[in-house]
């Protein structure tokens, strides 16, 4: 699978939007753009997913660059509830039923 | 409601002591998976099953085995754990190639 990456931390104050990039340069067109995030103490929950059109759910809107280089994870409001570390993975659909977990970004979120 | 239960959350054993953690699930899932998350790092896929069919990861030690007996259950046993085995443990399941994946709150493993 295709590498990504992340910054390794960020900051948010509370009920204002975050963007959370991710590049991944080298993407080949049969990927698709996962984000999955892990809050403290528990597994990894889906987030969003995508290929080429941005994508919104109940959770998040995903942002994908127009060459798919880069895509943006946003959340509209942050709560303190959605402090976690988030991860951005790359899915081809012809390479099996993985999912290669990079080192994500650990959101912080401050009241 | 939990989907993907993980028991117990917190197991402890003993060095070289064979020790088995369970996972469950209520989604009728094709795909179990189990992976390794080690302190401050990124979740690592030791196997997963796709239906009976089990696929290990190159890098997966020997000492890490697991069994399906079911569609609902999957195990993860360790023969020798060693002191570098102490991590969480996620299991996950997934319908098809294409859904996402339902993770586990993890059986947390310490090693005396």
């Known amino acids: 699978d295709a590498k990504t990456t992340q910054p390794n931390s960020m900051e948010s104050n509370e009920e204002e939007p975050v963007h959370l990039p991710c590049n991944h340069s080298?993407?080949?067109?049969?990927?698709?753009i996962h984000w999955y995030r892990q809050l403290p103490s528990q597994g990894p929950e889906y987030v969003i997913h995508?290929?080429?059109s941005n994508v919104n759910n109940r959770m998040a809107s995903l942002a994908i660059a127009e060459d798919r280089k880069s895509s943006t994870l946003i959340l509209h409001r942050a709560t303190l509830r959605d402090a976690a570390v988030y991860y951005c993975?790359?899915?081809?659909?012809?390479?099996?039923?993985?999912?290669?977990f990079g080192g994500g970004t650990r959101l912080m979120v401050k009241p | 409601d939990a989907m993907v239960i993980q028991n117990p959350r917190y197991q402890v054993t003993q060095f070289g002591k064979p020790v088995t953690l369970s996972c469950s699930q209520t989604?009728?899932?094709?795909?179990m998976y189990w992976y390794q998350q080690k302190s401050s790092q990124a979740p690592k896929l030791l196997f997963h099953?796709?239906?009976?069919?089990?696929?290990n990861e190159a890098d997966t030690p020997d000492n890490f085995q697991s069994r399906r007996p079911n569609t609902s259950f999957c195990f993860l046993d360790i023969r020798s754990p060693g002191l570098g085995d102490a991590a969480m443990y996620l299991c996950?399941?997934?319908?098809?190639?294409?859904?996402?994946?339902?993770f586990g709150d993890g059986t947390r493993l310490s090693i005396l």
């Open positions: 993975i790359l899915k081809s659909d012809n390479a099996g039923n993985m999912l290669t």
């Open positions: 099953y796709y239906d009976k069919d089990f696929n």
């Open positions: 989604l009728n899932h094709n795909v």
């Open positions: 080298t993407i080949s067109g049969t990927d698709y």
């Open positions: 996950a399941t997934r319908r098809d190639m294409v859904q996402p994946q339902h």
């Open positions: 995508g290929l080429t």
